[in-house]
């Protein structure tokens, strides 16, 4: 008794995989997640558990109020990923352009 063997290949789908965030005024890079580098140097140890993230997000259009996006609805979301030094930069700009703004700041362990 002969056994012929067929090899076969199988195409597996290409994946797109997170690489890093790119800071998009200055072009820092973050460490291989979404957060941006920390200036503590245990970061890499605790880097699971940190969250040092920062982003301009525009979002415009008509949703329903418990989600979902209306049918033939323009939704947009526009997101500027900025790093921890630059989102201080434009804080700046906005305190210059009006010293009485005040940013929304969310205790910790409530976000």
């Not at 049918?71 to 947009?76: Q, Y």
Request: aromatic share 10%; hydrophobic share 30%.
């Amino acid at each position: 008794m002969m056994t012929e063997v067929t090899k076969v290949i199988y195409r597996v789908p290409d994946e797109e995989v997170f690489d890093h965030l790119t800071c998009d005024m200055c072009g820092a890079e973050s460490d291989c997640n979404k957060n941006w580098p920390s200036a503590s140097d245990d970061y890499h140890m605790w880097s699971q558990f940190e969250k040092n993230r920062t982003k301009l997000t525009h979002v415009c259009g008509t949703k329903y109020p418990g989600g979902g996006i209306l049918p033939n609805s323009d939704c947009v979301r526009t997101t500027w990923h900025i790093c921890e030094k630059c989102f201080g930069e434009i804080g700046d700009f906005i305190r210059n352009k009006n010293p009485d703004a005040k940013p929304t700041v969310i205790e910790d362990g409530k976000w």
